[in-house]
């Protein structure tokens, strides 16, 4: 089956941004390529480097991050039009806060089952403390004490191989255990609100805006063995602002969580957790101060290449 893939040249600093939007409008996979990944294996393994070719040590000086949506040959021409409005509109909104790049937008048809399959025999279970996060197509044996949280996705979202999303699942499982509700704000693939129901939690509210992610979210609910925990909703936030998380999880963005601050702090209980990641770390002290005026202190940080994750106290 064929695709046309778009590719958009962004930053680092705004790939989540556009991941985003681009999400709006594919079933099928959206991909973000970072030359700075790259850099830091290189940085991280240097003694295991013969030789590195000259070309590709000048696309390394680039700052160019590539963000890579797939969508169905028919509805390709009125899916672009749509894309170039809201990239448009993105890159007002972020003026003078987020660099953008050009979001210059390059076409073209890919055959879908190469890169679907190429994917898979790439992706491999990732240990991220006791949460082991598993490809649905892979067999493997954990020790008894770790939790297995498998994942069914055609495409890298909300895999636990983004540093947003693996910083999560570490700082989360220091609060869990205390935890009988949680609710997770833009659940994605429902990876985070999975493993919460996996490590204790009693109740686990799963909230996305896209219907895909929520379609997702459900399908590794049956597919985990957590469905009866875990209820998972096409909407911003709660419906039910009565409900109360001991441990709130938003793995979204800077702008998003300054954005629902006043709303999503009303679903923390006294003295509840809130582990927020999607942050870079020009923006981390911009949602300490916004949380901090709401009544929350900061427990601990945690970064990874460009991204923080921080988790707050309601007291």
Request: glycine letters at 6%; charged letters at 25%; one cysteine or more.
């Amino acid at each position: 089956m064929k695709f046309t893939e778009f590719t958009i040249s962004t930053t680092t600093e705004a790939q989540e941004l556009v991941a985003d939007i681009m999400w709006q409008y594919t079933s099928y996979g959206v991909a973000i390529s970072d030359v700075k990944d790259v850099v830091e294996l290189i940085n991280d393994r240097k003694s295991t480097w013969d030789y590195l070719d000259d070309e590709v040590l000048k696309e390394l000086n680039s700052t160019v991050t590539l963000v890579k949506a797939y969508v169905a040959l028919d509805i390709a021409d009125q899916t672009l039009v749509k894309i170039e409005n809201d990239l448009a509109t993105l890159k007002e909104n972020c003026k003078g806060f987020t660099e953008t790049g050009s979001l210059e937008i390059v076409k073209r048809i890919v055959d879908g089952d190469d890169w679907i399959e190429i994917w898979k025999k790439h992706y491999r279970p990732i240990e991220l403390g006791k949460v082991v996060v598993c490809p649905a197509w892979i067999e493997r044996q954990i020790n008894p004490d770790q939790v297995e949280v498998l994942i069914d996705s055609n495409m890298a979202f909300g895999t636990g191989e983004h540093e947003t999303t693996s910083m999560v699942i570490e700082l989360m499982q220091e609060y869990v255990t205390s935890a009988k509700t949680v609710i997770d704000v833009g659940t994605g693939s429902g990876i985070l609100g999975i493993a919460a129901a996996k490590l204790g939690a009693e109740r686990v509210f799963m909230t996305d805006i896209d219907y895909v992610a929520v379609k997702s979210a459900k399908h590794n609910c049956e597919l985990n063995g957590t469905a009866d925990k875990c209820e998972v909703a096409l909407n911003n936030l709660l419906d039910d602002k009565n409900v109360k998380g001991e441990l709130v999880l938003a793995n979204i963005t800077a702008d998003v969580l300054l954005i629902l601050s006043k709303t999503i702090t009303k679903n923390v209980a006294k003295n509840g957790v809130m582990v927020m990641s999607g942050i870079i770390k020009s923006r981390e002290n911009e949602v300490i101060e916004g949380y901090s005026a709401l009544g929350f202190k900061l427990e601990q940080r945690k970064n990874k290449g460009e991204w923080v994750a921080i988790a707050m106290r309601k007291i």
